[in-house]
């Protein structure tokens, strides 16, 4: 119980910061061109609110909304998720949203995107000046591949130089999606360059395997837990697991995976001893641990900034994330893709157990990044959707009418809503699945 809530307190803190500043970018700039804002609130307040005030002389009422879903400014003479009809019968004021040039317009709709992109490299550069940039070098770290890579002739101890000739840094996400989503690889093994050349479907495979890629870390067992299932099973230090119920699991993120999967129960592990392979079944604890250490070699690199170096650090590392993310969004139209999609539950745990500011910031500035990108996506009733809009405006020279507009905000909303029914869905299919 503990470990959900410090989940959830991490998820709603960094939710109601990210959606104050993506409304702060649309209201930044309406107050810029002097566009009436009428409401700014954190969360939705269908029917009442939590909290609101209005200062004196002021044009905006501030508030917090009882639905957690998000947040919104009401814009004067704009159709958004109040579909108020009634503002917009009224005789267009100089102070509307619909009276202002379509680039003044476009500006008021990415602001709150922009806003997003901004923090996510603000944190970012907090973090490399504060606790460096840590990292692991990919081009000199060998690898321990999973199952489906060892399939695509990727071998345990190869370095990952280049995908599709495009020379890869980091072991991170963008580097290896390149890498996944490649058509040749080129390795060093055995002091060679070697290329090869994936299969045409291996992306799906990996996505239907759904099982780490590679690690730069493998099984061997440095210490064992006194008194542990591994020490009572027999398992000894200087053990390497080859594989558990017959899953590979040479890399060591594998091996978490299978225990995670196979709590409670007892498991078959294969490993190699002194040039000998030896098969022992091991009880698996509540936790998915059978109480072993393996730490692996610290191939890790940590660059050290100063207050001026930390900003272009941020932004180069804000970018990597934005590419990433934007690479990977395909995925989400793809049978697998779908599968996968998750909603705040999914979203929850990807915050630690244990409160860590360092991790929370930088889960915050990527969850920022996910925020503005989705925010772009070409849907009515998202930024993306007015843009594009208003693109198709500033193209032809001809707004579309309010009754298109209101249509199309209300198919937006019905199918974002849709959308979250199904991703929170999976989430409750996927826990009583487990």
């Known amino acids: ?50 909290y609101k005030f209005k200062p004196q002389n002021s044009e905006t009422e501030y508030g917090i909304g009882w639905l957690p879903l998000g947040g919104y400014v009401k814009i004067s003479g704009m159709i958004d998720e109040s579909l108020d009809k009634e503002a917009l019968a009224q005789p267009p004021q ?6 202002k040039p379509a680039w003044q317009r476009l500006l008021i709709m990415v602001g709150g995107v922009l ?51 495009k020379r890869l840094t980091r072991y991170d996400d963008l580097d290896l999606f390149r890498v996944i989503s490649s058509e040749n690889v080129t390795v060093l093994r055995g002091g060679r360059e070697t290329s090869i050349r994936l299969p045409e479907n291996f992306e799906e ?52 995976k299978v225990l995670s999967e196979n709590k409670g129960s007892d498991v078959q592990i294969e490993l190699l001893r002194e040039k000998e ?18 730490s692996g070699k610290n191939m890790s690199v940590s660059d050290k900034y100063n ?11 804000g970018i990597r994330k934005i590419s990433f993310y934007v690479l990977q969004l395909r995925l989400f139209f793809t049978k697998v893709g779908i599968q996968s999609i998750g909603g705040f539950g999914a979203i929850g745990n990807l915050f630690p157990d244990q409160w860590s500011w360092p991790n929370f910031w930088n889960m915050t500035a990527f969850l920022s990044i996910v925020l503005g990108v989705m925010n772009l996506l070409p849907i009515p009733a998202l930024d993306g959707g007015h843009v594009m809009f208003l693109l198709y405006e500033v193209a032809s020279g001809r707004k579309p009418s309010d009754k298109f507009m209101e249509y199309a905000q209300i198919a937006g909303m019905v199918f974002l809503l849709l959308l979250l029914v199904y991703a929170n869905g999976n989430d409750i299919f996927r826990f009583f699945m487990k």
């Open 94 to 99: 100089p102070w509307e949203f619909r009276t």
């Open 277 to 294: 392979k030896v098969k022992l079944t091991v009880p698996v604890n509540e936790e998915g641990k059978i109480g072993i250490f393996s």
């Open 115 to 165: 806003m997003n992109f901004i923090l996510a490299f603000f944190i970012y550069s907090a973090l490399v000046m504060n606790w460096g940039d840590n990292y692991i070098p990919i081009d000199k770290t060998p690898l321990y591949f999973s199952e489906v890579a060892h399939q695509a002739g990727l071998e345990d101890g190869d370095i990952l130089l280049a995908a599709d000739g």
């Open 307 to 317: 207050f001026f170096q930390s900003f272009p650090a941020g932004i180069s590392l």
């Open 1 to 50: 119980m503990d470990t959900i809530l410090i989940k959830a307190a991490q998820l709603i803190l960094s939710l109601s910061i990210l959606v104050i500043v993506h409304e702060f970018g649309h209201f930044i700039l309406s107050k810029l061109f002097k566009v009436r804002v009428e409401k700014f609130y954190l969360f939705f307040n269908p029917w009442f609110s939590l």
């Open 205 to 256: 495979q990996f996505l239907a395997a759904k099982t780490p890629f590679a690690d730069f870390q493998n099984t061997q067992i440095d210490s064992l837990m006194a008194g542990h299932n591994a020490e009572t099973a027999g398992l000894k230090a200087g053990d390497a697991i080859l594989s558990v119920n017959g899953v590979n699991t040479v890399a060591f993120s594998s091996f978490v």
